[in-house]
């Protein structure tokens, strides 16, 4: 009689760090080339959602564009700057 060691793998995965996707008022880009901008450069997000955040941004400084996995949101931030727009990311807490 031989007894069998199973190896159980621990199935608790271990959440990937999200990070927000900012951008900043800037003085220079039209509303609509920024609500346009957003609009291509983030898929997911609605014409509504795109002037939410132009408006956030335009009137207090700074709009949270999306939260996600680190990845998306350098390409996302990266995407914007080369638009002209300015974006930076931080970790969500």
Not at 19 to 35: A, G, K
Not at 44 to 72: D, Y
């Amino acid at each position: 009689m031989s007894v069998e060691t199973i190896e159980k793998r621990s199935t608790s995965r271990k959440i990937a760090p999200r990070y927000r996707v900012l951008l900043h008022n800037d003085p220079f880009n039209t509303m609509e080339y920024v609500v346009q901008v957003l609009l291509t450069t983030v898929p997911s997000l609605t014409q509504p959602q795109a002037v939410s955040i132009m408006m956030e941004a335009h009137t207090s400084g700074v709009a949270l564009v999306i939260t996600c996995a680190l990845e998306h949101a350098e390409f996302y931030s990266e995407t914007l700057k080369e638009r002209g727009l300015t974006s930076t990311i931080e970790p969500e807490d």
